[in-house]
């Protein structure tokens, strides 16, 4: 980030947001106070508050600025893929699986997000929002592959439901065993995430 693009108002938002981001990932929600992300970030606690008012705000920043990610990156991995949908499908959930599971700061990160979402409204809407939008973005992909001859899902939404549950199933179970998100999985994690897309019996073409 340059050093204008940092001291503009929007810059600073998004500089505040990633600090936070960084240290609710560390450490967690609870052990965070406005105190270390201004030190984090550089600046004053009055130049915060003109950006931020409390730090639910904060954390509802450093939600919308992980949101943004994922959407921004599967939309890259969507338009490498072209016209082939089994390619876009493929990359869209590797890169989930990628940030959701074995990116341990994504993964504390929005496992924070779950936890908090028990008791706030705010973050809970926030976080179904996003998980809709998640949800939405599969279910497209999927029905793609259908219209491509290459899958047959009735209902998408169904299989897409079972897929983003096994997904959120394995990143709790990572609480206690995190060994499982271990690097050299990945292409196996996807390819288990991909036999629940396609009711286990139906091979992808690639």
């Not at 897409?160 to 998100?181: N, Q």
């Amino acid at each position: 980030m340059s050093t204008v693009e940092s001291k503009s108002p929007a810059g600073m938002r998004e500089k505040l947001a990633e600090c936070a981001f960084d240290l609710f990932a560390l450490r967690g929600f609870r052990s965070v106070n406005l105190d270390q992300i201004t030190s984090q970030a550089g600046v004053t606690k009055g130049s915060l508050y003109w950006h931020y008012k409390s730090k639910k705000e904060l954390i509802l920043a450093a939600c919308d600025l992980y949101y943004q990610n994922w959407f921004a990156r599967t939309d890259e991995e969507i338009e490498q893929a072209g016209d082939d949908v089994v390619a876009a499908l493929r990359g869209v959930l590797r890169f989930s699986v990628i940030s959701c599971l074995f990116d341990r700061k994504n993964r504390v990160f929005t496992t924070e997000v779950f936890a908090l979402s028990l008791q706030d409204a705010d973050v809970r809407e926030s976080w179904a929002g996003f998980y809709q939008g998640v949800r939405t973005r599969f279910i497209q992909l999927v029905e793609a592959v259908n219209d491509a001859g290459k899958l047959s899902v009735t209902p998408p939404s169904q299989a897409v439901d079972m897929m983003l549950s096994a997904i959120e199933g394995i990143k709790l179970r990572a609480v206690f065993e995190p060994e499982i998100c271990e690097q050299d999985g990945i292409d196996g994690f996807v390819e288990s995430l991909l036999k629940i897309v396609s009711a286990s019996n139906i091979k992808l073409s690639v």
